[in-house]
């Protein structure tokens, strides 16, 4: 029977990032180093330093062995969950069934352009038949 692997989101990991409570994220594996903080040849301030993102390259960077590779096997709690996030579904929304709306609230909102303009020209034609 295969063993259920774990899946731990970057946020979930980076969560865990005190000397009681350290993960670090190696070539998409996860690892709870709480235990060996103490033990770690370059100190437990460089594990701490690589919680909260992915600590491979600093990992490669420094060389470490076959046998600390095979060490840190004991550690593995389970592997990084590389999906992305869901993209939330859209509304789709037509704009000509909003088009009456809008120029009912607009004329609503601004009656009173139309009937200056209508008035002016009463008045201007008014003024222009007297002057005939």
């Given amino acids: 029977m295969p063993t259920l692997t774990k ?3 970057m946020e979930e990991a980076s ?15 996860v690892y709870d180093v709480s235990s060996y903080l103490d033990e770690h ?3 437990d301030d460089v594990l701490i330093r ?4 992915d600590a491979t390259d600093e990992f490669e960077d420094a060389g470490h062995s076959k046998d600390a590779r095979e060490q840190m096997e004991q550690f593995c709690i389970g ?4 999906a992305p996030p869901p993209i939330p579904e859209l509304e789709i929304v037509s704009k000509k069934k909003d088009l ?3 120029v009912l609230n607009f004329t609503k909102q601004y009656w ?7 008035g002016i020209s009463v008045v201007l034609g008014i003024l222009f038949q007297r002057k005939k």
């Fill in 15 to 29: 969560e865990h990032n005190t000397a009681e409570d350290c993960w670090v994220v190696i070539d998409g594996k």
């Fill in 50 to 53: 690589a919680t909260g993102k």
């Fill in 7 to 9: 899946l731990y989101t």
């Fill in 79 to 82: 592997e990084l969950d590389v």
């Fill in 100 to 102: 009456p709306q809008k």
């Fill in 112 to 118: 009173f352009v139309p009937v200056a303009v209508v």
């Fill in 41 to 43: 040849p370059g100190g």
